[in-house]
């Protein structure tokens, strides 16, 4: 069974500044995809960035960026130059690559990051 | 204009009571999908779907029916609602299995 943890219940940052948040997860399988998705105070679930994990480059999009260590079954969340509009909740999930079971996704409980002026 | 669209929004019903919570995407997506959501539990996947007229099951899916009549709609259904399917619903689509998924904006059910 897969298993995905985010140990940073919440974060606060100042305005500009750039965060890390954190996520290791658990898989059987040997190739498996993840990714980081952002819910808005409104409640609206946003996809951000995926990792795939026979890719040895980290992912980057905008300002968000990934920390892929396959060793440490870990994948962090980098933002950078961070807006009040960064303010949200952050989810890790990860999906399996292989088998029945390719599309589910499992979600870490999540990370509130607070950016403030 | 949203890709992926829920109804109702917002719903209460009482223990035992029939509800139906509808999802359209108009992504051309494939895959289609039914979660919740729970303080302490995070998003949970009860149903899935490649297609029209296939079902896949979730994670959590006792209690849960669900239908998808064409690529476009997907239907979550409850029969005999109980207090502890009070939750927030959301729906979502994918291009493929491999592919990120797109969200609706969830519909709340509050089942007394």
């Known amino acids: 069974a897969q298993k995905v943890t985010q140990t940073q219940t919440s974060i606060s940052v100042m305005e500009k500044t750039t965060v890390t948040m954190d996520c290791v997860y658990e898989?059987?399988?040997?190739?498996?995809?993840l990714f980081w998705y952002k819910q808005t105070a409104s409640g609206e679930i946003v996809f951000l960035i995926r990792?795939?994990?026979?890719?040895?480059e980290n992912a980057t999009v905008g300002h968000y960026s990934l920390n892929f260590q396959k060793p440490k079954s870990s994948i962090g969340l980098i933002i950078t130059a961070t807006q009040i509009e960064d303010s949200a909740v952050y989810f890790c999930a990860m999906s399996p690559n292989t088998g029945a079971n390719t599309g589910k996704l499992t979600f870490g409980h999540g990370t509130i990051l607070r950016v403030h002026p | 204009e949203a890709a992926v669209t829920q109804s109702p929004r917002n719903k209460v019903t009482v223990t035992g009571g029939n509800v139906t919570l509808s999802c359209r995407q108009t992504?051309?997506?494939?895959?289609m999908y039914w979660y919740r959501q729970d303080t302490g539990h995070g998003l949970r996947l009860i149903h899935y779907?490649?297609?029209?007229?296939?079902?896949q099951i979730g994670d959590v899916p006792d209690g849960y029916k669900a239908t998808r009549t064409t690529q476009e709609d997907f239907f979550l259904l409850l029969e005999l609602a109980s207090p502890s399917q009070t939750s927030l619903y959301f729906c979502?689509?994918?291009?493929?299995?491999?592919?990120?998924?797109?969200f609706g904006p969830g519909t709340r059910l509050t089942v007394l």
């Open positions: 992504n051309s997506h494939n895959y």
């Open positions: 979502a689509s994918g291009r493929d299995r491999d592919y990120e998924q797109y």
């Open positions: 898989t059987q399988d040997s190739s498996y995809f």
């Open positions: 990792q795939d994990s026979y890719k040895k």
């Open positions: 779907s490649y297609g029209a007229g296939n079902l």
